[in-house]
């Protein structure tokens, strides 16, 4: 099943307010450890970690708010809901996450031209160990809330947090690199490396936001079930001119119906309904507009000239 079908609303609230609750409280919980721990190793790469993790949770608290907002039912102003907070939220973190790297080039750089020794590398190791776990555990989190709500918002903040897996694999590689090969340039080169991959990371974040932005179609498996849903009940002919977008956790689908012309417009109304139901049975999130044409309309019709 793919990830916009079979989402129970009460659910979906839950599993994203849980998620960004836990990518906040393991943000500055990492903070903590890697600032004690960058005052005792004098580590341009554990400081490249640290500064991560500063951004991890300015942006963690911008998702989190995003998604409350996006939770927001549809109003008199905005009759499609707010679902399109995640997405912004997510260049949000983009522009979050690109700013840490351009503040790492310049300190690495600094340190690059007169690299100072790293101290206490068994303090720094250990916690980056502490992070690795840390992170391994938010980033199962967010995968199983993401099966489940297909979350632009908490999908980037994954993205987000499985880059920190190998940024803080590398720190640990240079603390050891630092004792044991006592070369001190070792460590702010493997700040720039850290550095560019965090800035990989940001355009995969855009990436991901600007498809929800710009309208983009959901899955072609989901288009298919919609279409399969569809045509299914026993008074559909066809059906045609199927129309599909996301905004945060809802989906938004039109499609066009073929009925028997000479039926009546109580029975069309109620066919109607009994598709628009088989496809929210499916997608429990979707708002669903479903208009009746006459069958064979489409085809007979002759363009004016």
Not at 45 to 63: G, Q
Not at 165 to 181: C, E, K, P, Q, Y
Not at 229 to 237: E, G, K, M, Q, R
């Amino acid at each position: 099943m793919s990830s916009t079908a079979g989402r129970d609303p009460v659910a979906t609230q839950r599993l994203l307010r849980l998620a960004a609750g836990a990518s906040v409280a393991v943000a500055a919980s990492l903070i903590v450890l890697k600032a004690g721990a960058y005052v005792a190793t004098d580590s341009v790469a554990l400081l490249s970690s640290l500064i991560d993790s500063l951004l991890d949770l300015a942006a963690s608290v911008v998702n989190m708010l995003a998604i409350r907002q996006a939770l927001v039912p549809p109003d008199d102003e905005h009759r499609f809901g707010h679902g399109k907070a995640e997405p912004l939220a997510g260049l949000a973190q983009a522009a979050f996450i690109a700013g840490s790297a351009v503040l790492l080039f310049f300190e690495a750089a600094r340190r690059l031209a007169d690299p100072p020794p790293v101290s206490n590398t068994g303090v720094g190791i250990a916690v980056m160990v502490v992070s690795i776990l840390a992170s391994l555990g938010l980033v199962a989190l967010q995968r199983h809330v993401i099966r489940r709500t297909g979350s632009v918002a908490v999908g980037a903040d994954s993205l987000h947090y499985q880059s920190d897996l190998l940024l803080n694999g590398s720190v640990i590689l240079s603390l050891l690199a630092s004792r044991w090969f006592a070369a001190p340039w070792l460590d702010p080169l493997f700040a720039i490396g850290i550095g560019l991959f965090i800035l990989w990371s940001a355009l995969q974040i855009i990436r991901l936001s600007v498809t929800q932005l710009m309208d983009r179609e959901l899955p072609d498996e989901d288009r298919a079930r919609i279409m399969a849903i569809a045509t299914a009940h026993p008074d559909v002919v066809d059906a045609h001119d199927l129309r599909t977008r996301s905004a945060g956790p809802q989906a938004f689908v039109q499609l066009h119906i073929e009925l028997d012309g000479g039926m009546p417009l109580r029975r069309a109304h109620a066919v109607a309904d009994a598709v628009e139901a088989a496809i929210r049975a499916e997608f429990p999130q979707a708002e669903i507009i479903i208009h009746q044409d006459p069958a064979g309309l489409e085809r007979n019709t002759v363009p004016a000239k």
